[in-house]
T-cell receptor, first 109, second 113 residues
Framework: EDQVTQSPEALRLQEGESSSLNCSYT??????LFWYRQDPGKGPEFLFT???AGEEKEKERLKATLTKKESFLHITAPKPEDSATYLC??????????FGTGTLLAVQP | NAGVTQTPKFRILKIGQSMTLQCTQD?????MYWYRQDPGMGLKLIYY???????DKGEVPNGYNVSRSTTEDFPLRLELAAPSQTSVYFC????????????FGQGTRLTVV
C-alpha cells in the first residue's frame, strides 16, 4: 500500500537553530515527491518537487533532498516567519497526491 | 488571476441537511480535486476529475457527490450531513504532469452539529 509518513509531528526551534524534517514513503512507482507549506487557515502552498534519488532543490533557507526511501527538508538558520505546517506528498497518476500528516514547525525569536 | 476560489469559507450544518461546496478555477486546468483535512490526519482525496464530464472516486468518497459540467467549476455535494463530515475541505487544480503538483484553494471549514 502506498504510504507517506512524516516525522516529527511537531518541532520547536530557536531562531537560527537549523534542523531537518523527515518524510519516508513506500510506493510502487514514484511520480514525484512534493513538499508544501501550509499556514493556519490557508491551503497548502507548493515548495518543491523531487523526482529521483540524489536530487536536491533549494529555496532561501529550505533545501529538499531525496533518497529511494525518504526525503528530508532541511531548514538552515530558520526565522519566525518559517513557522508553518510542512506537508510531504507522493505524486500519483493524474497528479493525485498522497499526503503525510505534516510537521508543525514553530520558530521562536 | 484568482487561482482556485472556494465558497463558502465557513459553514455550520445540522445533521441530515445538505449543501454544496463551490469551487472554481481560472487557470484552465484540466484536473481538479477535492480533499478533506482532519486534525492530525493529513489530506485525503475525496473525488477528482480529469476534465469536464469525467469524475472518479478518491480514497474517501462515501457521503459525497461531484459533477464537472465545465472546465472551471467542480462543486462538491454533501447529502444528509453527518458529524463525521466535520472537516476542512480543500479544492485543488492542476495541469497534466505539472511539476508543481496542484494549486489549492483557501478551504471551507464545515461543522456538522
Amino acid at each position: 500500500e502506498d504510504q507517506v509518513t512524516q516525522s516529527p509531528e511537531a518541532l520547536r526551534l530557536q531562531e537560527g537553530e537549523s534542523s531537518s524534517l523527515n518524510c519516508s514513503y513506500t510506493v510502487s512507482g514514484l511520480r514525484g515527491l512534493f513538499w508544501y507549506r501550509q499556514d493556519p487557515g490557508k491551503g497548502p502552498e507548493f515548495l518543491f518537487t523531487l523526482y529521483s534519488a540524489g536530487e536536491e532543490k533549494e529555496k532561501e533557507r529550505l533545501k529538499a533532498t531525496l533518497t529511494k526511501k525518504e526525503s528530508f527538508l532541511h531548514i538552515t538558520a530558520p526565522k519566525p516567519e518559517d513557522s508553518a505546517t510542512y506537508l510531504c506528498a507522493m505524486g500519483g497518476a493524474t497528479n493525485k497526491l498522497i499526503f503525510g500528516t505534516g510537521t508543525l514547525l514553530a520558530v521562536q525569536p | 488571476n484568482a487561482g482556485v476560489t472556494q465558497t463558502p469559507k465557513f459553514r455550520i450544518l445540522k445533521i441530515g441537511q445538505s449543501m454544496t461546496l463551490q469551487c472554481t478555477q481560472d487557470m484552465n486546468h484540466n484536473y481538479m480535486y477535492w480533499y478533506r483535512q482532519d486534525p492530525g490526519m493529513g489530506l485525503k482525496l475525496i473525488y477528482y476529475s480529469v476534465g469536464a464530464g469525467i469524475t472518479d472516486k478518491g480514497e474517501v468518497p462515501n457521503g459525497y457527490n461531484v459533477s464537472r459540467s465545465t472546465t472551471e467549476d467542480f462543486p462538491l455535494r454533501l447529502e444528509l450531513a453527518a458529524p463525521s463530515q466535520t472537516s476542512v475541505y480543500f479544492c485543488a487544480s492542476s495541469r497534466p504532469a505539472d511539476p508543481r503538483g496542484a494549486f489549492f484553494g483557501q478551504g471551507t471549514r464545515l461543522t456538522v452539529v
